[in-house]
């Protein structure tokens, strides 16, 4: 019989564990004791003592298991990334807070006939509902479903280009008759996100067909994004797509292998397409073209530029659409000045970095992944919306993560963020292959 098998082991282990109240850490405390008792046996085996009184010898030396159980449990409650929730919430009441303003001095009027502040209210409470739900739920659990994720995503996505009639901006939404949500450019990337994670967690690089599955994985949603008319949202994910591979091991040369295939098809669709390539750069000169493509940046611009250290108040000369969504960052900074917008950035940046240490501190490797994927869509969003109204990057409906109208994006923001939580409550957690 092993040690792990003997009656008075399992006996002591399971009285150890009952005072630990966050079951997920048993399987783990139970090794780690388990370890160390059999030391304590082949010490006292060696010296010459029988086998069943070394047994109860080294459980003796372990110490009473009520206060071994207690001890065990302080040191393995479940943390919580406090500085996280912390700079979310900062974020999403600066949102609130620019939102209410903009319906307040009626800068809507024409454009959105829907109660904003309101709903964007009612988005944020149901994303706090999503965010504690996902935190804690055990990410674990989706580890085995990546190709089903991944397959689930891509099918939906088929039928809403196939049989939607629901078009807004030139794009198709899901429509479930009583709510109308953009699965294109909020649900996919995180789905797709969590599915890769998990397709490349065990990934061997080394194989002669280690580009089948990438190609794959790369192209199918990429052409996808291009055939919904979001081009922006094809970057950001390409972009995470190499992050996950880049963070599962993949050679560099490999990595440039696949990259090249996004970019000469992008290459193509701006050669076939010349009014493309004029949209693309206009961002460079914009007043080579102010009452067309230059327009919206001029504005943008003129917005930042008017707003002096601490901002010109609530109303807005500058005439910018969208201001709600796409272009809310220059209002924020118009109105509550240079400083309100410095803000912003470093929050934006603070949030990033603390999600790349999550990444960093994970041992489970498929949170590691997962995490990396998902931090990427948040600096892209960030980077690309921030930039664009700056002058410095092209115009799209990128919008700028818990400031933007939105309750699809709103909700997937939350849940992404409860998903990192979730990781960062293991973080000190062995995955199950190393457990066993």
């Known amino acids: ?53 070394a047994i109860q010898k080294a459980i003796d030396r372990m110490g009473d298991s009520e206060t071994l159980g207690k001890q065990l449990h302080q040191t393995h409650r479940p943390p919580t990334d406090w500085k996280l929730l912390f700079i979310v919430a900062i974020l999403t009441g600066i949102g609130l807070i620019a939102l209410y303003s903009i319906e307040m001095q009626g800068l809507l009027t024409g454009r959105v006939s829907v109660p904003v502040f309101s709903r964007s209210l009612s988005y944020t409470l149901l994303g706090l509902v999503a965010l504690l739900g996902m935190t804690y739920f055990d990410y674990r659990k989706l580890k085995v479903y990546g190709w089903h994720l991944f397959a689930g995503t891509m099918f939906v996505w088929l039928m809403i280009l196939v049989l939607s009639n629901t078009v807004i901006n030139g794009k198709p939404y899901l429509n479930l008759g009583f709510i109308v949500i953009n ?37 199918v949603p990429d052409i996808f994004y291009i055939m919904s008319s979001s081009w922006a949202t094809a970057g950001i994910y390409t972009v995470m797509f190499l992050a996950i591979m880049l963070l599962s091991g993949v050679d560099k040369k490999q990595l440039i292998c696949i990259a090249s295939i996004p970019i000469s098809l992008f290459v193509f669709s701006i050669l ?9 750069l206009s961002f460079i000169n914009p007043y080579t073209d102010p009452t067309g493509s230059g327009y919206l940046y001029i504005q943008s611009i003129e ?24 272009f809310i960052f220059p209002y924020i900074v118009h109105a509550f000045g240079w400083v309100a917008g410095a803000v912003v950035v470093v929050l934006a940046l603070a949030l990033v970095g603390i999600m790349m240490s999550v990444a960093i501190k994970i041992k489970d490797r498929y949170g590691r992944l997962m995490v990396g ?54 973080k000190g957690l062995l995955s199950k292959a190393h457990l066993n």
């Open 303 to 326: 917005a930042i530029k008017s707003a002096g250290l601490w901002g010109q108040g609530f109303s807005m000369v500058v005439n910018l659409p969208e201001i709600h969504t796409d």
């Open 373 to 426: 994927g998902l931090t990427c869509i948040f600096a892209m969003h960030f980077i690309w919306n921030i930039l664009m109204t700056l002058g410095y990057a092209p115009l799209s409906d990128i919008n700028l993560p818990f400031f933007s109208y939105g309750g699809s994006q709103t909700f997937i923001n939350m849940a992404i963020i409860g998903l990192v939580l979730s990781v960062y409550r293991r």
């Open 272 to 280: 076939t397409a010349p009014y493309r390539l004029s949209r693309l």
């Open 1 to 53: 019989m092993s040690i792990e098998q003997n009656c008075k082991v399992q006996g002591y282990l399971k009285n150890v564990c009952s005072h630990i109240k966050w079951t997920e850490t048993h399987q783990q405390v139970k090794q780690e004791l388990l370890t160390h008792i059999e030391d304590c046996i082949s010490e006292y085996v060696a010296e010459g003592l029988p086998e069943q009184e």
């Open 183 to 219: 699965y294109v450019d909020a649900v996919t990337p995180a789905f797709l996100a969590v599915a890769l994670a998990s397709i490349f967690i065990n990934k061997e690089w080394s194989k002669n067909s280690w580009f089948l599955s990438p190609v794959l994985l790369l192209v």
